[in-house]
């Protein structure tokens, strides 16, 4: 390298110093994931030891995307990213996260309890003016204190979240353009997958530490965690900027942000139709995700797991995460390094430890380490599907096929898994099956959807475009938890009457309802997905969208 290469090389030149950033913004990300389920896999939890009934704790998962869809949070994020840019927002995001994530925590500790503020909560906030008489309140008469209280800080981690996610990609885009973007975005998306499983399988361990129930140090650990993703940030800031002073442009200058620009994008046939598969699949998805532990709970029989020593209760379940880590790795150093061989060597060895990993959980059986399974195929197989799009395409027909995976499992889960209660072992294994086909569908829509995109509207609008996409889907994300919990309680009328006339304890009421009616409901919403997958590929065949043609062509 001559002494003219060495002063033009910038930090983004160096592809350690890349990497490096991905993976400051790629772990934030894992660690806003771990928080937006820390409390799903305790659903069991939040009922026995705060009186969160479905429909309180459906109402407060739902509130997390609230201030984004109805005061519009969302459109302002990707304002103040346009007009500030991304190591500005990256550091407002991460300190929105931490805020809201730390009153969350505070609203489900002892200390809330019997607190003047908890006072104040049980009698206010039951009526919203204007919200209320639309059906569409994160609050309601009854709703217990600390519920209203964490949903307050759910709602402000929310709008630091979704701000986050545009942020990031945004990042990506600005340090990986014209080098390994699709690589990066995919081990992006994994590392956040891998937030899921991790939260699913540490979260009941916090809980339940010493054998004394406590579900704020879950929510502790989740704020432990955000903690680091500022921190994360915060690093980003400063490389982001020696970048700019290298380069010596101006941040973000050259795609500003234009009210036009929306009605642009809206008058898309093709943008609507990607808008509304994309809201009506992860709304099968996400708001599953929050109940889908306490589903098993109810539909599957679990052996005692002692609680009397540490090691007794979570070796298999620390070993069982060591393997996760294994494919995950195994998945992301096939597609780094680009070799067909190496690619299928490393997957059969992932296939092989997903075996083990599924076996220990069986002999572990638990609700949540059975579920911890259903984001590491994902974890697996997304970069490998982003890469066949890239370079051979079908996206529409990955996106049907998605969709009909999501029916299919959905049916299962409420038809199938029933007829096993009795049959430990018949149960654990048609829910294992499930899990990984339900994560398979997982990895086949995002991996086709959000590279459909930019084939839709002009590159200079994507911005705006993927922030209007999210906000069609905070639409779902409000709406579908709270109408699960609200269609738990109203489908389990004799559960709800025994629990308040004491017949049975909240430990048993939690882990017994029917989940029939609101499986079937998401099973709806994949039948819809399906549908608009079908008119999207007859839609993209006569316009010629081109999203069935790869990314790369040769
Ligand atoms: N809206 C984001 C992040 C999110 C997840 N749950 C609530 N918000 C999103 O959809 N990201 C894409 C993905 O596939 O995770």
């Not at 820390?38 to 998962?61: C, E, N, Y």
């Not at 991460?94 to 309890?113: K, P, S």
């Not at 996409?469 to 994300?477: A, D």
């Not at 409000?478 to 004799?494: E, R, S």
Request: glycine content about 8%; overall charge neutral; proline content about 3%.
């Amino acid at each position: 390298m001559t002494t003219t290469d060495k002063i033009h090389q910038t930090l983004r030149d160096s592809a350690g110093m890349r990497w490096l950033v991905l993976l400051l913004l790629a772990f934030a990300m894992f660690c806003s994931y771990i928080f937006m389920d820390i409390l799903s896999p305790i659903k069991d939890l939040m009922q026995s030891t705060r009186g969160w009934d479905s429909t309180a704790f459906g109402t407060m998962q739902g509130s997390e995307t609230f201030l984004n869809v109805f005061v519009f949070f969302l459109i302002f994020a990707g304002i103040i990213l346009d007009k500030m840019g991304v190591r500005f927002t990256a550091i407002l995001s991460g300190a929105v996260m931490l805020v809201g994530a730390t009153i969350n925590w505070y609203a489900v500790t002892d200390a809330f309890q019997g607190s003047g503020l908890q006072t104040w909560f049980t009698n206010n906030l039951n009526y919203i003016p204007g919200f209320d008489e639309l059906g569409i309140s994160p609050f309601y008469r009854g709703m217990p204190a600390s519920a209203k209280f964490a949903a307050i800080g759910f709602m402000i981690f929310g709008c630091g979240v979704e701000m986050a996610g545009i942020t990031v990609s945004r990042g990506i885009v600005k340090w990986f353009k014209g080098r390994e973007m699709a690589l990066a975005m995919g081990s992006e998306m994994a590392l956040a997958r891998l937030g899921v499983a991790t939260c699913m399988i540490f979260s009941p361990v916090f809980a339940k530490l010493g054998g004394v129930i406590d579900v704020s140090r879950s929510v502790a650990f989740g704020v432990v965690l955000l903690l680091i993703a500022l921190i994360m940030f915060i690093v980003y800031f400063f490389m982001d900027k020696k970048l700019d002073e290298q380069t010596g442009e101006a941040e973000e200058k050259d795609d500003p942000f234009k009210i036009s620009d929306l009605g642009t994008i809206l008058s898309s046939g093709g943008f609507w139709l990607v808008a509304l598969l994309c809201v009506l699949y992860y709304s099968a998805i996400f708001p599953f995700q929050k109940y889908a532990v306490n589903m098993l709970q109810c539909n599957l029989v679990f052996k005692e797991v002692p609680t009397d020593s540490f090691w007794a209760t979570n070796t298999v379940t620390i070993l069982q995460y060591c393997i996760m880590l294994v494919v995950a790795g195994a998945s992301f150093a096939s597609n780094f390094m680009k070799k067909a061989s190496m690619k299928y060597g490393l997957l059969t060895l992932a296939g092989v430890l997903l075996t083990v990993f599924c076996y220990m959980g069986y002999m572990r059986q638990s609700a949540e380490t059975v579920f911890a399974v259903f984001p590491l195929l994902a974890v697996g197989i997304t970069p490998i599907l982003g890469n066949y799009v890239d370079h051979k395409g079908k996206a529409a027909s990955m996106l049907m096929i998605g969709s009909m995976l999501l029916v299919l499992c959905h049916l299962t889960f409420a038809f199938v898994l029933p007829e096993f209660r009795d049959n430990a072992v018949g149960g654990v294994v048609i829910a294992y099956l499930t899990i990984l086909v339900l994560g398979a569908s997982f990895s086949l829509v995002p991996a086709s959807l959000w590279p459909s995109v930019p084939k839709l509207v002009d590159a200079k609008i994507i911005g705006s475009a993927y922030a209007l996409i999210f906000w069609v889907q905070n639409i779902g994300l409000w709406l579908f938890p709270l109408l699960i919990g609200k269609v738990l309680d109203k489908t389990n009328t004799q559960l709800v009457a025994d629990l308040k006339n004491g017949v049975i304890t909240p430990e048993e009421a939690a882990v017994s309802y029917d989940y029939t009616a609101p499986l079937v409901m998401l099973a709806c919403l994949g039948v819809a997905a399906l549908v608009l997958g079908f008119i999207l590929k007859v839609v993209d065949k006569k316009k010629g969208l081109g999203l069935e043609e790869p990314n790369i062509k040769a």
